[in-house]
C-alpha cells in the first residue's frame, strides 16, 4: 500500500472544471499500477453521492480540492544555526544530510505569493528536558526502559510536572533562548513580514510540533493564526524531517488541512525514521513534491491526487 501511495502522490492533475469522478477515471486509465487505490476513492464518492443524493454528484477538482495562494501558508521548521553548523548539526546525525543544502530552496520559497510565511525557533529554557546534561533533574517512570548510563539518542520516561508519564528522547543541548545557536541562520532572507513562531519553552514539555505539544501544555498561537487568516493548505520544510516537521505536518493534517512537504527543502536525523515519517505522511493524504513543483499549486494549474483522496475520504468518514 505504501508503494501504491507514493505512486499516488507523484501524479499531478491538470485542474479544469470537471467532475472528481471522472477526473479519478483518468488517472485509472494513464496510471493502471494505481488502479486499486483509486477505485476505492471511487468507491468511497459513489457513496457521498447516495447519501446526499446527487448533492455532490459532480464536485468540480477546482473547488474543492485545488490549491490558492490566497489561502496557503509556508511554514519553514526549525531552521537554526545549532542544526546546520552548530551543537545538533545535522550532518553529524545518523542520516548525515547538510542542512546548508536546503538553504537555496527555501529562499527561493520565500520569494513565491504565500499569503503569510511562517518560521519556527526551538527556543529552550537551559533546563530542558530534551537535553541529556539535564537527565538527572526529571523524575524516571517505574517503566523507563533506559539504562542507568543514558547515552544522546536514547529515550527515557519521564514523570513531568503534571504526573503524566511522558516518552523523551535525550539531544545535545540545542538552541538554548536567546542563544547564538537558536537564531535562524543568516543565509536564510526571510520576508519583513514573516511570522515567528517559538515552541520548546516549557522546560519539562517536548514540542516537536509547531502546534505545541500533544498533551496541549503548551500552546504557540499557530493554529490561531492560521485560522484567524482564512488558511486552508499549509506548505512545509526546514528541520527536521522526522522529528518537529513530521510532528506539524501529522498535526496539521488532524486539524484538517491541506498539507504539502517540500522533500527537497528538508533534511532528517535518522534513516529509518525518514522513511517512517515519510510513509505515515503518504497514508495521511499529504503531498511530498519539490520546492520547484509548488508554483503550479499554488497558480492552479495543477491539483495533488493525494488532496483528492483525503478530501473523499474525509466527506466519506464525516458521514
Same mark, same amino acid.
Given at each position: 500500500m505504501a508503494? !501504491? =501511495? /507514493? !505512486? +499516488?502522490n507523484k501524479v499531478l492533475l491538470d485542474n479544469q472544471d470537471r467532475d472528481l469522478h471522472a477526473a479519478l477515471q483518468q488517472v485509472i486509465t494513464e496510471n493502471p499500477?494505481?488502479? /486499486?487505490? +483509486?477505485? !476505492?476513492?471511487?468507491? *468511497?464518492?459513489?457513496?457521498?453521492? !447516495?447519501?446526499?443524493?446527487n448533492h455532490l454528484a459532480n464536485p468540480p477538482l477546482v473547488r474543492e480540492c485545488s490549491t490558492s495562494a490566497n489561502t496557503t501558508a509556508l511554514l519553514i521548521v526549525d531552521v537554526q544555526k545549532d542544526f546546520v553548523t552548530g551543537s545538533m548539526r545535522t550532518d553529524r546525525c545518523p542520516a548525515q544530510m547538510d542542512a546548508m543544502g536546503i538553504i537555496k530552496p527555501i529562499n527561493y520559497l520565500c520569494g513565491l505569493p504565500f499569503k503569510q510565511i511562517y518560521v519556527s525557533k526551538d527556543w529552550h529554557p537551559r533546563d530542558h528536558v530534551s537535553f541529556h546534561e539535564n537527565r538527572n533533574r526529571w523524575r524516571l517512570s517505574k517503566n523507563s526502559k533506559a539504562s542507568s548510563i543514558q547515552k544522546i539518542y536514547d529515550t527515557i520516561t519521564i514523570v513531568d510536572s503534571m504526573g503524566v508519564e511522558c516518552n523523551q528522547q535525550l539531544w545535545p543541548t540545542h538552541c538554548v533562548a536567546e &542563544? #547564538? @545557536?537558536?537564531?535562524? %541562520? $543568516?543565509? =536564510? *532572507?526571510? $520576508?519583513?513580514? +514573516?511570522?515567528?513562531?517559538?515552541?520548546?519553552?516549557? &522546560?519539562?514539555? #517536548? &514540542?516537536?510540533?509547531?502546534f505545541g505539544d500533544p498533551n496541549g501544555r503548551e500552546d504557540t498561537t499557530l493554529?490561531?493564526?492560521? *485560522?484567524? &487568516? @482564512?488558511?486552508?493548505?499549509?506548505?512545509?520544510?526546514g528541520i527536521a524531517f522526522d522529528f518537529c516537521v513530521a510532528a506539524s505536518v501529522m498535526d496539521a493534517s488532524k486539524r484538517g488541512y491541506r498539507v504539502i512537504v517540500l522533500e527537497d527543502a528538508c533534511v532528517g536525523i535518522d534513516p529509518a525514521g525518514i522513511a517512517d515519517a515519510r510513509r505515515l505522511m503518504l497514508e495521511s493524504g499529504v503531498h511530498i513534491t519539490r520546492s520547484t513543483k509548488i508554483i503550479d499549486i499554488l497558480s492552479g494549474n495543477s491539483t495533488p491526487l493525494? %488532496?483528492? =483522496?483525503k478530501w473523499v475520504h474525509d466527506q466519506t468518514m464525516a458521514q
Open positions: 508503494t !501504491q =501511495l /507514493d !505512486q +499516488v499500477a494505481l488502479s /486499486d487505490t +483509486v477505485k !476505492q476513492c471511487i468507491l *468511497r464518492l459513489e457513496m457521498l453521492v !447516495q447519501r446526499k443524493q &542563544s #547564538e @545557536g537558536a537564531k535562524i %541562520h $543568516p543565509k =536564510l *532572507r526571510l $520576508p519583513e513580514d +514573516v511570522i515567528v513562531i517559538k515552541k520548546g519553552t516549557i &522546560s519539562d514539555v #517536548e &514540542s516537536y510540533s509547531v493554529e490561531a493564526k492560521l *485560522r484567524a &487568516s @482564512g488558511i486552508k493548505v499549509l506548505v512545509l520544510c493525494q %488532496h483528492v =483522496l
